[in-house]
């Protein structure tokens, strides 16, 4: 379905380590069940959304507005393997139509290019190039603005993950444009990783790794640093249970004395079990360096906790509650741009409820209330979105 929030790109576990399987035996890979998902597929669906604050403005001393943001969306995939090697493609448009505040209205552009080269026994490059726009959140403005974000990716993944130690490496380009008004929020970061794992089926796949990320906000004047070295790690414990888990210790300097610098641990771990027969715990933790924000910092200390539950009601029914809680702290340069907010705090709380109807058309409803409180009570908010889906794949 899509997704209609804001969106903030934060620096989290590397892409490469993301990428990689959780073990060799996935690297061995059965042609005929690959070349089996190629080809043209298409899928198209409807989002109707009600948010009863599209403004977000604080709701306990205004009026909020409510609306109902309908979004058609089509989705085309294309894969074509080439030998051993793998070319996918996929694309998604749609549009916000904003039933009442029509001046908000925008197109959703998600599109995104790879190509699976593969040599050796287990290795491949993965070269990738992708590009997304959408409008910015007003949460994420904190002001009755529009901004129409796009976001653009290339780079590229190496990995030969197989038995006993391998390397990993990936280089990656992430440029964030905005409107003229908010072309403060600019940035260009170029993430550089390189890691040696080990993979043994007893133990799982553990990694080692060295990271640099360059991030220049051009327009604020303002560019970051941050060295990170740490350890991943990824276990089946059983065919129930799964661990995956990113510690870092990050150093953050920027060429801005006011902005400073950061010294301390950083996180991704996420523990998920079906112990419980047709049920699904998740529990994750995170805390990492958001250099992607509409707010004028020069980076910001991120820490997120969400957990969620999905239980299988039926074979073609399911459904789920979860809850986020998320703490920002901006580092920035009041000299540069003047800003109230130094810090906030968002609680979403919500369910779902999927259903499928065939192989090929599901339904799903989602519903959730938000929560933001600012350390200066600038910019505070509430509301509740409950957004209706369908898709049919073709």
């Not at 072309?183 to 993430?191: H, K, L, V």
């Not at 980076?299 to 999905?310: N, S, W």
Request: charged letters at 25%.
């Amino acid at each position: 379905m899509a997704a209609l929030a804001g969106t903030v790109v934060a620096a989290g576990a590397p892409a490469s380590l993301c990428a990689q399987t959780t073990g060799p035996q996935t690297n061995a890979i059965d042609d005929a069940a690959r070349i089996k998902t190629m080809g043209l597929n298409a899928t198209a669906g409807l989002d109707i959304l009600y948010d009863d604050n599209v403004y977000r403005v604080d709701d306990r001393v205004e009026d909020p507005t409510a609306d109902l943001i309908v979004t058609p969306w089509v989705e085309l995939t294309y894969g074509k393997p080439i030998g051993r090697h793998d070319l996918l493609l996929r694309g998604r448009v749609g549009y916000d139509r904003f039933i009442s505040e029509g001046q908000r209205s925008k197109v959703r552009i998600d599109t995104e290019a790879r190509a699976v080269i593969r040599f050796g026994a287990t290795c491949s490059i993965t070269p990738l190039a992708s590009y997304r726009q959408q409008r910015a959140d007003y949460g994420d403005l904190n002001q009755q603005t529009e901004n129409l974000q796009r976001f653009t990716t290339f780079g590229a993944d190496l990995s030969c993950e197989r038995p006993g130690f391998f390397p990993v490496a990936s280089y990656r380009r992430d440029m964030t444009r905005n409107a003229d008004a908010f072309d403060y929020a600019d940035q260009t970061s170029d993430s550089f990783l390189g890691g040696v794992g080990y993979y043994k089926p007893s133990l799982g796949t553990i990694t080692a790794f060295y990271e640099r990320v360059n991030s220049d906000r051009k327009k604020l004047g303002v560019e970051n640093r941050i060295d990170s070295w740490g350890v991943t790690f990824k276990r089946s414990v059983s065919p129930l249970t799964q661990i995956d888990a990113d510690v870092r210790w990050l150093d953050v300097e920027s060429d801005s004395d006011a902005v400073g610098s950061y010294d301390g641990l950083g996180w991704n771990v996420s523990l998920s079990s079906s112990i419980v027969p047709r049920l699904k715990l998740t529990a994750t933790t995170q805390r990492g360096i958001v250099n992607d924000s509409l707010i004028a910092s020069g980076f910001a200390v991120r820490t997120r906790h969400r957990i969620q539950g999905e239980f299988a009601i039926s074979e073609l029914t399911s459904a789920g509650l979860y809850a986020e809680w998320e703490r920002r702290k901006f580092r920035q340069d009041a000299a540069l741009r003047p800003f109230s907010i130094t810090a906030d705090r968002n609680r979403r709380f919500g369910g779902t409820l999927k259903r499928k109807l065939s192989d090929r058309a599901e339904v799903a409803l989602d519903a959730q209330h938000y929560v933001r409180r600012t350390d200066t009570s600038v910019a505070d908010f509430s509301g509740t979105q409950v957004t209706l889906g369908a898709a049919l794949r073709f």
